[in-house]
């Protein structure tokens, strides 16, 4: 097929064709099936590459590009049947080659905010919430119910006080309180960026269903304050030496890291 069909083709997927040339473009592919077959594979096309993770990645290439360079990567909105191989297998070497620069020039900040995903809620674990007989185990239940409650309205600082009025409260906590209460105390002081802080609560969570993940969150935080050191790497290197809910996120900072 010539350029005219090519861009009569095109003009007719996008939908601009007046009424009449339409009705009668539709009318010559009734008569010709090689016609018919031509669109409904361009027409295919067109819906891959408006797919959801393509219009993803012309975004992150807009915006390293522009990272880079005044110029603008643009993806037009109909490909040519004869350049859709070519430009596709260009932009995703295009886009694998400057997101991995991208990713590998990542700042400890910036890992830290990639990954970091702090939680919207301080769910209480079933364990710790009630007995076997359905009673709440805990006599602090109450005040980690209003602490959560502040803490996903955002009131970090409320959250905080609320945390710290109890422990003065509760000079001599039991195990479980001590662990749920420097869970959410490390939670709320990453959530206002106080990085050592957070650490320092977070440490103290030795045991319970909060261990693994207050590791998970010291570790980052000693990203985000000491950097890419040795000492820092070997703290997220231990997520790799078992099945664990941080293990994939571990794998992807180790992949973002600088070259020594």
Do not use: C
Request: charged share 25%; hydrophobic share 35%; glycine share 4%.
């Amino acid at each position: 097929m010539d350029e005219k069909i090519d861009i009569k083709i095109e003009q007719y997927i996008q939908g601009e064709l007046s009424p009449e040339n339409q009705a009668e473009f539709e009318q010559a592919m009734a008569q010709d099936s090689e016609l018919a077959a031509e669109v409904a594979l361009q027409q295919d096309i067109e819906a891959a590459i408006s797919e959801p993770e393509v219009a993803e990645l012309e975004q992150k290439l807009a915006y390293l590009m522009r990272e880079r360079s005044p110029a603008k990567i643009i993806l037009p909105s109909g490909w040519r049947k004869w350049a859709v191989a070519a430009s596709v297998v260009l932009i995703v070497g295009l886009g694998y080659l400057l997101l991995r620069e991208s990713h590998q020039s990542r700042t400890p900040e910036e890992l830290y905010l990639a990954y970091a995903e702090l939680p919207s809620d301080l769910q209480l674990s079933s364990g710790i919430r009630s007995d076997p007989s359905g009673q709440e185990s805990d006599p602090g239940i109450s005040v980690w119910k209003v602490v959560d409650s502040l803490y996903q309205a955002k009131e970090y600082g409320l959250a905080e006080e609320k945390l710290q009025t109890w422990l003065v409260q509760h000079p001599d906590p039991q195990a479980n309180q001590t662990a749920i209460y420097y869970y959410y105390l490390g939670m709320v002081q990453l959530q206002m960026e106080q990085f050592s802080a957070a650490q320092h609560s977070l440490r103290k969570v030795r045991s319970g269903p909060y261990a693994e993940s207050a590791n998970w969150y010291v570790g980052l935080a000693d990203l985000r304050t000491n950097g890419t050191s040795p000492e820092v790497k070997k703290s997220i290197e231990q997520f790799l030496r078992y099945e664990n809910p941080y293990r994939e996120k571990a794998k992807a900072i180790l992949d973002g890291w600088p070259e020594e």
